[in-house]
């Protein structure tokens, strides 16, 4: 007991920073779905969240915010840059973020503001790239077998977080925060462990893996287990939190709060998150609170990960070229979001345009309309064709294109304007391949280079095996 008091007691306060120029304080929680957030309408008591509830109140809450990849380090490359998978390219975990790919961590070093990051798990790390454009990053020897399994806990983040930022004196900072907490085993340490139910152990029921648990479904009787583990790691995140700010004392910052990914928890016959773009996997919560946000508000405009960049660098008024947009200014009404995953042996794009959200399922071969609208949680297929332009308007947004001089073989999809997705074309010709890395055997060249590969170690496969993460 003695050490978990310690391990929790409250970090020092930071020093008065400059009042004209705010701290921004990023927070991505891995793995976080909305709806189980008090904000978003979680009815369980107490509340799993009752600080980031009260940032919610306080601040700028977004009811329809997405990703834009249902796992970890494209969502990240995303969030960081401004730019969707297809383009930026990292969507593989043998990719490494392009050195050419401007980070806005950069870009607020270069504005001014002492840029530090702090992260939890493999796919967040400079093993990618992610330290690019941070004064301090702190990964904790990713590569370590001990950190594959949940001892960066969040409160280790915060108190880390916190001895870097009182470093800097009066210096406006930009701080990223990932915590990895409410990922998959959902062990939160006592006294959370127990908050809603009995407490687990590591002798609890272990993740398989996504396509394991179709033929293997969770019993009805272990959800609300599961369930309260859930919520109990949120409790356990929303109380490192609420140190973070209690660190920050009257020094002015503004939070914002968002993930990079939902969780699929049995709505869809299994269990995990990665393999589908439905709304249990793609909808986040994005939190706006404290200076610069005067008014509090609930807006639905259609925001995502896309968009954390461009409101980044608007807060920290430094500027940096991005596809989304800053989500405390105005926001194009009905603007198309397009998603994508080719992890594992998934390879879905999707799209949402006006109230349709379009699914193209090319491993099974399928295409799916959904009405968004009056289906939000995508359980009633619309019945019938599919507009073949909104296909093409999907395949147009798949990015660098490949040019053939003769017959080439893929082992992705390619399509030209108007034809089908295919693993073949025989005659020359400019054709869109997803995934945007699978090989290609043949005349062919692409318009853009591919992101340099990443190499992991065996030991951290089978690690991350563990967690799902290698199938």
């Given at each position: 007991m003695v050490i978990l008091l310690l391990a929790c007691a409250s970090p020092p306060t930071l020093p008065e920073g400059d009042p004209t120029r705010p701290d921004v304080i990023l927070v991505s929680i891995d793995s976080l779905r909305p709806d189980h957030l008090g904000a978003y309408g979680n009815t369980r008591t107490p509340s799993p969240s009752p600080f980031l509830d009260g940032l919610a109140a306080a601040g700028a809450r977004y009811t329809e915010a997405r990703s834009s990849s249902p796992w970890t380090l494209p969502s990240h490359v995303t969030m960081l840059s401004g730019r969707g998978p297809l383009e930026h390219g990292v969507v593989e975990d043998d990719r490494h973020i392009p050195d050419d790919l401007p980070m806005v961590q950069e870009a607020m070093r270069a504005g001014g503001f002492a840029t530090g990051g702090f992260v939890s798990t493999v796919y967040v790390s400079d093993t990618y790239g992610f330290a690019r454009g941070f004064d301090h990053f702190d990964d904790h020897d990713i590569q370590v077998k001990q950190n594959l399994q949940h001892p960066v806990r969040a409160e280790k983040v915060v108190d880390e977080a916190v001895?870097?930022?009182?470093?800097?004196?009066?210096?406006?900072?930009?701080?990223?925060?990932?915590?990895?907490?409410?990922?998959?085993?959902?062990l939160p340490p006592e006294p959370w462990a127990f908050r809603y139910d009995k407490a687990a152990s590591k002798k609890a029921m272990k993740y398989r893996s996504y396509d394991w648990y179709f033929l293997h479904p969770v019993e009805a009787?272990?959800?609300?287990?599961?369930?309260?583990?859930?919520?109990?790691?949120?409790?356990?995140?929303?109380?490192?939190?609420?140190?973070?700010?209690?660190?920050?004392?009257?020094?002015?910052?503004?939070?914002?709060?968002?993930?990079?990914?939902?969780?699929?928890?049995?709505?869809?016959?299994?269990?995990?998150?990665?393999?589908?773009?439905?709304?249990?996997?793609?909808?986040?919560?994005?939190?706006?609170?404290?200076?610069?946000?005067?008014?509090?508000?609930?807006?639905?405009?259609?925001?995502?990960?896309?968009?954390?960049?461009?409101?980044?660098?608007?807060?920290?008024?430094?500027?940096?070229?991005?596809?989304?947009?800053?989500?405390?200014?105005?926001?194009?009404?009905?603007?198309d979001q397009v998603f994508d995953t080719s992890r594992f042996d998934s390879a879905r794009l999707g799209?949402?345009?006006?109230?349709?959200?379009?699914?193209?399922?090319?491993?099974?071969?399928?295409?799916?309309?959904?009405?968004?609208?009056?289906?939000?949680?995508?359980?009633?297929?619309?019945?019938?064709?599919?507009?073949?332009?909104?296909?093409?308007?999907?395949?147009a947004a798949v990015g660098a294109h490949w040019t053939s001089t003769g017959a080439v073989m893929s082992t992705g999809w390619m399509r030209q304007p108007g034809g089908e997705a295919l693993h073949r074309q025989e005659l020359p010709t400019t054709f869109a391949l997803f995934p945007p890395d699978a090989k290609v055997d043949g005349p062919a060249t692409r318009d853009a280079a591919l992101p340099t590969v990443v190499e992991l170690g065996e030991a951290t496969k089978s690690l991350l095996e563990a967690l799902g993460y290698e199938q």
């Open positions: 001895k870097w930022a009182a470093e800097q004196g009066s210096k406006p900072v930009f701080l990223f925060v990932h915590l990895y907490d409410v990922h998959y085993p959902y009787e272990r959800w609300p287990r599961l369930l309260a583990q859930y919520d109990e790691s949120i409790a356990y995140v929303d109380d490192q939190l609420q140190r973070l700010k209690a660190a920050w004392g009257d020094r002015k910052a503004t939070w914002v709060i968002t993930a990079d990914h939902g969780e699929e928890l049995g709505e869809r016959g299994s269990w995990g998150h990665a393999h589908t773009l439905y709304p249990e996997a793609m909808r986040v919560p994005l939190i706006v609170s404290g200076a610069g946000v005067a008014t509090p508000a609930v807006r639905d405009d259609r925001v995502g990960v896309l968009d954390v960049a461009a409101t980044v660098a608007k807060l920290g008024g430094v500027d940096f070229p991005s596809r989304g947009v800053d989500v405390l200014g105005v926001v194009p009404p009905s603007r799209i949402l345009h006006g109230d349709l959200r379009l699914d193209v399922d090319l491993a099974h071969d399928k295409v799916t309309l959904y009405d968004d609208a009056h289906d939000p949680g995508e359980t009633n297929p619309i019945p019938g064709g599919v507009d073949p332009a909104l296909v093409e308007q999907l395949w």
